[in-house]
DNA sequence: AAACAATACGAACGGTCGTATTATTAGTTT
DNA sequence: AAACTAATAATACGACCGTTCGTATTGTTT
């Protein structure tokens, strides 16, 4: 079944509602503090119902991780995709990041962090897919400070200016988090700030 | 009974056990994972005689974060504060720290960074323990900046430089680990240099 | 030797976990 | 309307969870 001409059909609705509850719980309790019975009994479904989507805990784990990386992509890559390439996206795509972390856009703030935390030191599945997301990320950061390189706008290697970037984002996301205020937002924001008018020697126009 | 001049007695020394291996479970496996029963059966003691020792798993949790302090204190701040007040403190620390967490002093890499993840989003009294290591720890880092600053040996603002150097210490400590690879120290000992180098305006000696 | 506290034990409690089996409902197709 | 299928629900299972209880063992104090 699945789909029948572009709409959505009964069982892939709840299984997009699910999905959407799971990273939001996830994000907050981790991937192994959600459980089906109490995702069932808050979205007010029967358990086996629900767990029949899946099939085993850890399929809806993999599941929950690819819905978060699809929120993910939307929330920080599409936007910093919007702007040119070269510096003014790495710009941007700083921005966003400390942007989607502030807005909770998951409550726990971000998923990935949270989640890889979890998983970092254990085998199995679910640590294969958080690598991997990582490794992504990272080499996706890579190339947007590459193509800043390239175009002369910047003078930095770039998996350690991708290294350092992705620093200042995950301490600002724990910080906030942890003592429920702003201030590692502002700091994350000047350290980003330093460290590329360090690398361009000039003063960033943001 | 407790102690008799010195020498430890029977419950003591449990305690000790216990909370050793506690430490070690935790950081691979969270404060969640660790379950009384688990702890109990790998150090081959009754699950009920444990419990007797900490009355709930909570004060189980908080006494296991306080085994933890002790050990980083032992193995981050003392070796660091061995050494002058000053720059060399301070690039004294991070080499501790990149240290202590390559080693594995605990198995799953820093305690505090995967405890403090896993209940940075969460109320209660494990939560409020470990914000409150954090803010020691970042004020301590800031401390041992702001004695270089004051001795003319580097010039920052202390804050800013304890949240880059924090940052890069737990970018190095994630990666290492969710890679099972090296390649995180390496960045970080780097992104360390070149951020104190720049803030000295030499180059550093080490 | 008697009294007392500290320590550890096994068994059991109510609950929740993930999972499997079986039944029922709803939607589509003929 | 009947037949078929996909989706959801009901029920049950064994394992483990934190916790409590009563009891045995050990060591110290009187």
Redesign the interface.
């Known amino acids: 079944m699945e789909k029948v001409d572009g709409r959505l059909v009964r069982g892939d609705q709840t299984r997009r509602a699910v999905l959407r509850r799971a990273v939001d719980i996830a994000?907050?309790?981790?991937l192994?503090?959600l459980s089906i019975g109490r995702l069932a009994t808050e979205l007010g479904i029967s358990k086996s119902g629900l767990f029949a989507h899946f099939g085993s805990k850890e399929e809806l784990q993999l599941a929950t991780i690819r819905a978060a990386r699809r929120i993910y992509a939307d929330e920080v890559v599409t936007p910093a995709f919007a702007v040119e390439p070269g510096l003014e996206r790495v710009w941007r795509m700083s921005e966003c990041w400390l942007d989607y972390s502030r807005r909770r856009v998951f409550?726990?703030?971000c998923f990935f962090?949270?989640v890889?935390?979890?998983y970092?030191?254990?085998g199995g599945a679910v640590?294969e897919a958080?690598?991997g997301v990582?490794?992504e990320w990272m080499e996706l950061m890579e190339s947007v400070v590459r193509e800043a390189v390239e175009r002369g706008e910047l003078d930095a290697d770039p998996?350690?200016l991708a290294?350092?970037l992705?620093?200042?984002y995950?301490?600002a996301n724990?910080?906030s988090?942890?003592?429920d205020n702003q201030a590692?937002y502002d700091?994350?924001r000047?350290?980003i700030r330093?460290r590329l008018e360090?690398a361009t020697g000039t003063t960033l126009p943001w």
């Open positions: 994000s907050v309790d981790g192994e503090g409550p726990g703030g962090q949270k890889s935390h979890e970092a030191a254990r640590h958080l690598a990582h490794r998996a350690q290294f350092d992705n620093a200042y995950e301490a724990l910080a988090i942890l003592h590692g700091q994350a000047q350290s330093t360090s």
